[in-house]
């Protein structure tokens, strides 16, 4: 049964660098076939090794990596003439799928705008949610309008002046019953804690 693989295998690739006719390792070969014809890496692996002893494609040894490719002899000799169409088809048919290429980058990105346009139903829905929003707020700026006990503001800007005195007065109080507090700790032979539970105490008792 793996002799049939093998053999199987062999004829895949075999086929495959004469088709391509361009250098392969292993791993290349096997990752190019594998999904199609299901065959694991030794496999391909023994198969190729199979064909270079056989003499239907030969190898080359690059460091620890071995690169297999088509027996060149099999094919016929290409003039310069050949070669230099052959250059110009390539070049055409790289500029044609250039610009294949960016038409299908194109054709995303719209369709990547489109994807996500909002679609009649959603801008309808919006549209109502808004609405609704609006007659909220008309709704409560009409009730606004009609209270008669608005503050006018000059009597705003007179509690807030008013406001800020207060709170000056009550930051200064705040630190001159601080500055006496320290002054009296300096003497006072217990803690902070202990000295405002006294005072406390005696403010009940004045009570």
């Not at 016929?76 to 052959?86: F, I, N, P, W």
């Not at 980058?105 to 919006?126: F, I, W, Y």
């Amino acid at each position: 049964m793996n002799k049939q693989k093998e053999g199987a295998a062999a004829s895949v690739i075999l086929k495959y660098l004469n088709d391509q006719n361009r250098p392969y390792s292993a791993q290349d070969v096997f990752g190019n076939l594998q999904r199609e014809y299901s065959f694991g890496k030794t496999t391909a692996v023994k198969a190729l090794e199979q064909l270079t002893q056989d003499g239907k494609i030969k190898e080359k040894v690059y460091g620890k990596q071995k690169i297999y490719f088509a027996d060149q002899s099999q094919f016929a000799a290409v003039s310069e003439a050949d070669l230099k169409t052959l250059d110009i088809e390539i070049s055409e048919l790289s500029e044609k799928f250039q610009n294949v290429q960016q038409s299908c980058r194109q054709m995303e990105a719209e369709l990547k705008e489109l994807n996500s346009s909002m679609t009649t139903e959603e801008v309808s829905l919006e549209i109502a949610a808004l609405n609704q929003e609006c007659a909220s707020h008309q709704k409560r700026l009409q009730k606004i309008k009609s209270a008669s006990n608005h503050v006018a503001p000059e009597d705003k800007e007179k509690v807030y002046d008013e406001r800020k005195l207060y709170v000056k007065e009550w930051k200064r109080r705040k630190r001159m019953v601080g500055d006496l507090t320290d002054a009296v700790l300096e003497g006072y032979p217990k803690s902070r804690k202990q000295f405002y539970a006294s005072v406390d105490e005696v403010a009940w008792i004045s009570i």
